[in-house]
């Protein structure tokens, strides 16, 4: 009787294990949407489109909410240890950058309305810099949580790699603003919408990296959150 109490116990542990973690997944493949359907509406002007990310970002705030209660209940119901524990923390941590990533979607959103009033040169910038950057990005946040679905390491760095060629281009973007400006003074109430826009891109990379690390972290423990690409290769080595 208390043997098969016990493995009913456990089978139900890992019923909330791999609930949270779909949960998770679900929200990152929504918020993934958001970001796409921002970059859309920013190169093609669709301010309808724009109108409903801003109006779904509830839907976000909301799967944040639900799976970090859950993650809560199940420190406190369970109270597991190893590589349990790094499961339910790991997903708590995402959870915050996937919210954080659909706030940065918005923030796209909100100044792709004002874009879509702006001049063609402004649009020419949009389609060239943005679009780039944000097909960058993109694929970043599904081959993050893919890293995170596979426990994929080697995944997991390799988006850490692409965050530093965003980066990149993010800086290459802002001095072409720059230039832009001082050729057309009248430009600059167009060209700051585009820097926020680029600059939201930007951190919706760094969140992509941030869930990468968690990656590391729940494969092999060890928490890599504020290291280097190389350190973070050499630890991958020691894991594969």
């Given at each position: 009787?208390?043997?098969?109490?016990?493995?009913?116990?456990?089978?139900?542990?890992?019923?909330?294990?791999?609930?949270?973690r779909?949960?998770?997944?679900?929200?990152?493949?929504?918020?993934?949407?958001?970001?796409e359907?921002?970059?859309?509406?920013?190169?093609?002007?669709?301010?309808?489109?724009?109108d409903?990310?801003?109006?779904?970002?509830?839907?976000?705030?909301?799967?944040?909410?639900?799976?970090?209660?859950?993650?809560?209940?199940?420190?406190?119901?369970?109270?597991?240890a190893a590589?349990?524990?790094?499961?339910?923390?790991?997903v708590?941590?995402?959870?915050?950058?996937?919210?954080?990533?659909?706030d940065?979607?918005?923030?796209?959103?909100?100044?792709?309305?004002?874009?879509?009033n702006g001049?063609?040169?402004?649009?020419?910038?949009?389609?060239?810099?943005?679009?780039?950057?944000?097909?960058?990005?993109?694929?970043?946040?599904?081959?993050a949580?893919d890293?995170f679905?596979?426990h994929?390491?080697?995944?997991?760095i390799e988006?850490?790699?692409?965050d530093?060629?965003?980066?990149?281009?993010?800086?290459?973007?802002?001095r072409?603003?720059?230039?832009?400006?001082?050729?057309?003074?009248?430009?600059?109430?167009?060209?700051?919408n585009?820097?926020?826009?680029?600059?939201?891109?930007?951190?919706?990379?760094?969140?992509?990296?941030?869930?990468?690390?968690?990656?590391?972290?729940?494969?092999?423990?060890?928490?890599?959150r504020?290291s280097?690409?190389?350190?973070?290769?050499?630890?991958?080595?020691?894991?594969?």
């Amino acid at each position: 009787m208390d043997m098969n109490f016990n493995q009913h116990i456990s089978q139900q542990f890992n019923a909330d294990l791999e609930a949270i973690r779909n949960q998770m997944l679900a929200m990152g493949g929504l918020v993934q949407r958001q970001v796409e359907d921002a970059i859309e509406a920013i190169c093609s002007g669709d301010t309808s489109s724009a109108d409903k990310i801003i109006q779904r970002e509830d839907d976000v705030d909301n799967m944040e909410v639900s799976i970090d209660q859950e993650c809560t209940h199940i420190l406190v119901r369970r109270q597991p240890a190893a590589s349990d524990l790094r499961m339910v923390l790991a997903v708590s941590r995402v959870v915050r950058d996937l919210e954080r990533m659909g706030d940065e979607a918005t923030k796209i959103a909100i100044h792709a309305l004002e874009v879509a009033n702006g001049n063609q040169a402004g649009s020419k910038i949009c389609h060239q810099a943005i679009r780039h950057m944000g097909t960058a990005v993109v694929k970043m946040i599904s081959d993050a949580l893919d890293a995170f679905a596979r426990h994929d390491i080697e995944g997991a760095i390799e988006v850490v790699r692409n965050d530093k060629m965003v980066d990149d281009q993010y800086a290459s973007a802002i001095r072409e603003l720059i230039t832009y400006m001082m050729e057309d003074p009248r430009s600059i109430g167009q060209a700051i919408n585009i820097l926020w826009i680029l600059r939201a891109i930007e951190r919706i990379g760094d969140h992509a990296r941030n869930i990468s690390e968690q990656v590391i972290y729940l494969v092999s423990g060890a928490d890599v959150r504020h290291s280097t690409l190389s350190e973070m290769e050499e630890q991958a080595q020691g894991d594969l």
